[in-house]
Structure formats: C-alpha cells, structure tokens
C-alpha cells in the first residue's frame, strides 16, 4: 500500500511539470527579475498563480496622447484608467509646504504633450530624468485647456522590454515591488497560466461544488487572472477564500475531534464544601460574571474531557481570581496546576497576587523563571518533579524540556497568542501515558472579536467575563499634541502633589536617531524639568528580575512618584493610587496595546487619566488614536483594532506559524467563515482524519500540520 501510495505521489509530481517549473526557468525572467519574485515569496510557477492581483483597473490600453484627448472629448475627466506610453521633457520639484508638496512633469510622445502633477510623492522628483521612457497609468483630465494626469502609477520602461498588450477591459494589478512591476508581473503570469491552469487538481468533489455553487479550483484562478467581467473576479476569489477558511476550519476541528476522542484529563472535585473554602481565600465579593464563569469552568473539570476553554475579560475585570479557583479545584485533588505568562513582570505579578491570597494557607507555589539562578532552577524542577510544588507560574521557563510534573491537572496561559497555538499543550506529567493531558484554560485580556472567534480559536470554548468589579472608575483618555505636552505634565505634578502616582511609558530603552524618546534619557529630562523634585524610577525588559522587581516594590509602596517605562508595563500592574497615564509617541503603539497600558490607571476608588501625546502621520494611526479616545470597551476596541489591522497580526498569526489569509478578509467573509466551519464539522465527523481525501489532507497538513500540532493527531 505504502509503495503504490508513494509511486502515485511520484507520478502525481512529475505530470505537474508547469506548475513545479522554477520561475529562473522562465524565458522571460531575467537574473534581477529572479531575485525580485523571490523576495515576494514566488519560486515556482505555482507560486506565480497563487499570487493573485490585488485589484482590476478598467482600461484603456495602449493609447497615444491624441487618441487620450479624443477619449475624454468634452468632459473635464473620465474616470478610466488609460495606458500611455511617452517620454519625459522635463521635471519640476514643484513647490513644498510643511508635509504636502507637487512634482509637475511634461511628457509627450509622437502624436502631443501632456502635464503630470504627483502629490505628496516628493521622491518622484527624484527618479525622473529628461529623455527617460515611461508608463503611465491613470485617469485623464483637462484644466486650462491642457491634458492632464494627477498622480499617475508610473514605470521605466526598459529597452529589453516588450510592448504592454490587453486582452481585455480588466486589467489585474499584481502586489509588486520597487525591484518588479506590476505590469511585468502580468506578463509572466499570462506566459505561464494556460500551460498551469490545467495541472491544478481540486480537493473538492464536483458534487459538493454544485452544493455550494463554486466553480472548480483551476476555474477559480483563471477567473482571478483573466476575468471577463467583476462578476467573475468574484466568483472565482469566493471560491479562494473559502478554501482558505475550509483549511483552517479542517484543521481546528480534526484537533478538537482527537482531543475529545482521545485525550484524557484528571477528573477533579466541585462541591459547596471547596467552594466556600476557596471562598473563604478571597477578601472581596465575587462579581455575578464571575462566579458564572468559575461554574463554567467546573463544569469542563469535574470530567475526563479535557477542558479547552478560553477566559476574555476587559483590562481590569478578575481573571487572575477566576483563573486561581481553577488551580485551587486541582489542588485539593492533590494534583498540580501551572500558569504561563509571557512577559516575567506578568509572571511576577501573578506570583504575588497567588501568594497574597494564599497567605497562611498550606498549599505551596513556585515562580520559575529564566532570571533563578542555576542552582534555584535545578531546585525547584526537582520539586516540581516530585510533586512538592502545587502551584507553579511561570515564563516560557516552563516549556523546556527539563520541566516535567509529577501530576498537572490543570494549565493557565495568559495572553496565548503571545506564545503560540501549541505551546501550551507541551506541559506534561513525567507519565508515559501520551493520551493524559492537563485541563487548559487561556486568558486574555483583548477579547476575540466575534468575528475571529471561529478562525485559530475555533478548538476553544469561551467564557467572558462581562463589567468591571465594583468600585473601579472610568479612565478619561485624551489625544494631546506634543507642543501641548508641558501642560499634560503640570497636570500630572498637580496629581502627585496631591500623594498620587503616575506612569510615562516611551517606546525605546536606550536613545537612537529616530527621535524617539527613550527610558533613560526622558527620566533624565523629567527629573531636571517638569516633574523636578519627585521621585521617578525606570522599568523595561532588558533588567535583570531582582532590580526589576526591587523597582516596582518602591513604586507599589509609594517611595517612587512616577514610574518611567516601555510597554513591559503593559499587562499584570496592578497599583491602586496610580491614577494617571502619559504616553509618548502614542501613534507607535498598537490598538490593543494602548487599551492594556490605559488599563494600569482607574484600578482604585480614584479617578483615571491617559493622555496620549501624539501627532499622527498615517491613516491607521489616526485611526487607532481616534478609537483608543472614543471607548474604554475593550470589545469595541477589538472589533476596531481587527478593521485596521486584519486578523493575521492580531492575534500573532506570524508568532504562531499559522498562514495568514492572502484572499479571505475578515469580518467581509464571516458568513463564509460559518459556512466553512459547517462543512468542516460535518467533514471530519464523517471522516476524522481525513483518510478518504488524501489530497485535501496533504494540502492541510502542508499550510497549517506544524502550525497547528496536528502531527500527533495525523
């Protein structure tokens, strides 16, 4: 069977000599050209189809200047786009005004003259010269009686290079770069596509296609090359983007199917007995949300299903005490339980937290970190071993293979997509029984969108915790200018006056050329200017764990006045009479990120001020600053942050290894994503392993086995 399987594979390889020919083959593709299609990820043909245009362009082709002006007619301007081949007569810089400026330009070919103006594009000044070929792409207008193209995309055309010709009305615009165009992309791929398009076998039955009303995969990508009209793009990146979906669908419910079919985890206890003892542990009320969510959490315990659960809860809202009634149900069991953290600060802080709470008590807990020393590592690896420790938190210390548990019964990851989809599976008891794994619970403090609930984290169930605990007040956030900043800072010398505590987070630790500021040199500067007079100390990641932490303890007891920081902060600081926020350079941080860092002021009875300095450059930074100011809801935050930025960098697709999306776009194609998720559920119930489709498998296992640890399942 095997020998039949693997000369059938051989066969299936050597028939696809198109698509598995190298684009250095390619008659067309020069040496330069080689290494431009490299860098944008192509190598082989197939690459080269999958590498679909961004947009069409309707299009006039190939057109003189006269021919242009006889097209626009009487109109001011007609919004197609032409092609128009010419030669530079000269350039002007133009004029320059604060951050806008003009280049004008004068072309003309054999048959006129024509003006080019570029805005804001000052770097096309220097890439012109007179006598220079070139193609411009654009839309076409008169003013003051001259012919005319605003802001044009523009091309050098090369001697060697061969007359542009379209077939057809849609002209694709490829992803490109300054090393290859977009029109040298086009012409390669059409040289390659009818000779490949033929070779691409599809992992869909023509059965289930006619379900789902979809053309088959080679139709698919010459719809997307080639279109004859919109209607086709559409079809045929629909029928893409749901094999995107369905892959990743595929593969979170085969991980699901064998967790629950196969894997084992330790029954614990839920009673009002260990109840009211866990209880007793806690010196506040218990929010309404919370103790739902605690009961659902129990209710995936109390069985040898191992729980899959994720905990989301806004900045603030009790995770950490939920996540500890977790831990407490595998102690009294007399098993072990873990909580991983991605950061040390984090780690330390949910160390001191859990030891607070269990002051006095008799269960025993570790912080394992890469900062212990040699001999305090072996030290508690031995007594993790042993099982002497019950409670263990932990950085990525804990995944080293050196790090075995005598019996784990439940895992905590905080902030998982810190660390990767698979990380957390690998904590494991020194058994041999490869079938027994912990209960996993994942935290996080940036909700999934509803619309990202299904994609990587798809295999968990989810619990939310909704509102704030009581006495939590609202944070007021403001976008302030930086020639505005000596008034933020007078601010915030009013509030320490008044025995309050403030943080200045900055992006650097050490000063560069960028302009940026940094921990050291910007502490320095407040200590001499704004905020002379009062204590201020510095926290970032390259300290080593005891400074760090001696820091933050003088902080916490009030012998520093501000704490001066980069976004190591960000997440697990928790000091109540820090009432107020200033960040620097705040359009360099992430959405999410500004939210959490907002999150460390207002967790006391008073009230809490972000002011965010900041003069926004791009459009998505205005964006983030504009949605940072509007809501402290960090599920609308979520939601935003998943607009502006899309779902791989997110949620760390590039962190966790799993492909991004290239066609599907979420929340665009969340109804696809359901359906997806429909077929993959009814797939894999019929057909765990996907045994009867080898090569929808082999597709699988090749975009998302790594990723997704699905190895062990296969």
């Known amino acids: 069977m095997m020998v039949s399987c693997t000369r059938r594979v051989m066969q299936d390889t050597c028939e696809k000599k198109h698509l598995l020919t190298l684009v250095t083959d390619l008659p067309s593709v020069t040496q330069d050209r080689a290494i431009a299609l490299h860098e944008l990820g192509m190598y082989r043909v197939a690459d080269l189809i999958k590498h679909l245009p961004m947009r069409y362009e309707t299009h006039h082709g190939g057109m003189t200047i006269e021919a242009a002006e006889a097209l626009l007619g009487d109109q001011d301007a007609i919004p197609e786009l032409v092609t128009i081949e010419s030669t530079v007569i000269k350039v002007n810089p133009g004029w320059r005004r604060g951050k806008k400026s003009k280049v004008e330009a004068a072309v003309e070919d054999e048959t006129g003259r024509m003006h080019i103006n570029w805005f804001n594009q000052p770097w096309v000044a220097r890439s012109l010269h007179p006598d220079m070929r070139i193609r411009l792409h ?103 983007a749901y094999d995107e979906l369905l892959l990743l669908q595929l593969g979170v419910m085969m991980k699901r199917h ?59 809202s009790g995770k950490t005490v939920v996540a500890l009634h977790a831990m407490l149900m595998a102690v009294t069991c007399g098993s072990q339980a873990a909580m991983m953290a991605p950061t040390e600060l984090l780690a330390e802080q949910h160390y001191k937290t859990i030891t607070t709470l269990l002051d006095n008590s008799q269960v025993t807990t570790a912080l394992l970190t890469s900062s212990l020393s040699p001999k305090e590592r072996t030290e508690h690896i031995q007594k993790i071993s042993d099982g002497t420790i019950d409670i263990i938190v932990g950085t990525h210390a804990l995944l080293t293979d050196d790090v075995i548990f005598s019996n784990i019964a439940v895992a905590i990851t905080d902030e998982q997509h810190r660390f990767g989809v698979q990380q957390r599976a690998l904590l494991r008891n020194k058994s041999d029984d490869l079938h027994a794994i912990p209960h996993t619970l994942v935290m996080t403090a940036t909700p999934i969108p509803r619309t990202l609930s299904l994609t990587v984290f798809g295999d968990l169930d989810v619990s939310t915790i909704k509102g704030m605990p009581p006495g939590r007040t609202p944070i007021t956030t403001r976008l302030v200018q930086p020639e505005q900043a000596d008034k933020v800072y ?45 204590s201020i100390g510095v926290v970032h990641g390259r300290m080593k764990s005891d400074e760090r932490e001696e820091t933050m303890q003088q902080f916490r007891s009030g012998k520093i006045d501000v704490l001066v920081a980069t976004t190591v902060i960000e997440v697990g600081v928790d000091i109540a009479n820090a009432t ?11 959405l999410a990120q500004l939210h959490q860092l907002r999150g460390r002021v207002g967790r006391g009875l008073l009230p809490g001020v972000c002011a965010l300095i900041a003069s926004p450059t791009t459009d998505d930074a205005q964006h983030r600053l504009e949605a940072i100011v509007e809501t402290t809801d960090g599920f609308q935050i979520a939601e935003r942050d998943l607009e502006i930025r899309g779902p791989g960098e997110l949620f760390g697709a590039k962190q966790s290894g799993i492909a991004p999306f290239k066609i599907a776009r979420l929340p665009r194609d969340f109804d696809l994503l359901r359906l997806a998720r429909r077929n993959a559920v009814e797939w894999i119930q019929r057909d765990p392993t996907l045994h009867n489709s080898p090569l929808l498998r082999a597709r699988l296992m090749h975009i998302h086995g790594e990723a997704l640890g699905l190895g062990d399942v296969a």
């Open 490 to 534: 007078m601010y915030m010398r009013e509030l320490l006056d008044k025995g309050q505590q403030g943080y200045v987070v900055v992006p650097l630790v050490e000063e560069t050329d960028s302009g940026l500021k940094s921990v050291t040199a910007h502490a320095a500067s407040l200590r001499d200017g704004y905020l002379s007079g009062k």
């Open 258 to 316: 064998h967790r629950l079919d196969t894997m084992r985890a330790p029954k614990l206890l839920w009673n009002d007995e260990i109840k009211q003892r866990i209880e007793a542990r806690i010196p506040f009320t218990l929010t309404k949300s919370q103790q739902a969510v605690i009961e659902e959490i129990a209710g995936d315990i109390t069985t040898t299903m191992p729980m899959n659960r994720l905990l989301q809860g806004d900045v603030g």
């Open 580 to 590: 107020m926020m200033i960040i620097e350079h705040a359009d360099r941080f992430g």
């Open 138 to 240: 654009g839309s076409l207008s008169i003013r003051k009686g001259l012919l005319q193209m605003n802001n044009p995309r523009w091309e050098e055309i090369k001697e060697d290079e061969p007359t542009l010709t379209i077939d057809s009305e849609l002209r694709p615009v490829y992803p490109a770069s300054e090393r290859i165009s977009s029109s040298v992309i086009a012409t390669i791929i059409a040289e390659v596509l009818e000779g490949a398009l033929p070779e691409i076998d599809d992992h869909l039955s023509q059965a289930m296609l006619d379900t789902l009303s979809m053309p088959t995969l080679s139709s698919a990508y010459a719809m997307c090359h080639k279109p004859e009209a919109n209607d086709a793009v559409k079809e045929g990146r629909r029928r893409i």
